[in-house]
């Protein structure tokens, strides 16, 4: 059982920024051997992908709303994936979930974290 922690959520104000933390743990995971994503949800919309890494040093994909603003990184020794979110905006605003995905697809090696409420307001 993989078990994701996700800290650094919290209320700011448009244009700030928040750097979100993934802790990734459990017997035998490797984080080299999983895609590590971010996705966001509200109460009105689908829980969507924000940021996607591969892998270290691998491919990056961002939803377009937060291209230019958000960046996603991880350090594979340290079992840690992390959101940079800068000049935030309102509609940001939602609960944070890190997601990791063996490079397999195999579902039973899809884990994800409890979430971080992430709250943009003036």
């Known amino acids: 059982q993989v078990k994701l922690v996700e800290s650094g959520g919290g209320l700011v104000q448009p244009g700030e920024s928040l750097k979100l933390s993934c802790a990734a743990s459990g017997p035998g995971f490797g984080m080299s051997n999983y895609a590590m994503s971010w996705y966001r949800q509200t109460p009105d919309k689908e829980r969507e992908l924000v940021a996607r890494?591969?892998?270290?040093?691998?491919?990056?994909d961002y939803a377009d709303s937060v291209k230019g603003r958000f960046t996603i990184s991880r350090d594979d020794v340290r079992g840690e994936a992390y959101l940079q979110m800068d000049n935030l905006k309102p509609e940001d605003t939602g609960v944070y979930y890190c997601?990791?995905?063996?490079?397999?697809?195999?579902?039973?090696?899809?884990?994800w974290g409890q979430g971080t409420q992430v709250t943009v307001s003036s």
């Open positions: 890494n591969t892998r270290l040093y691998g491919p990056t």
């Open positions: 997601n990791a995905r063996h490079w397999t697809n195999d579902d039973r090696k899809n884990w």
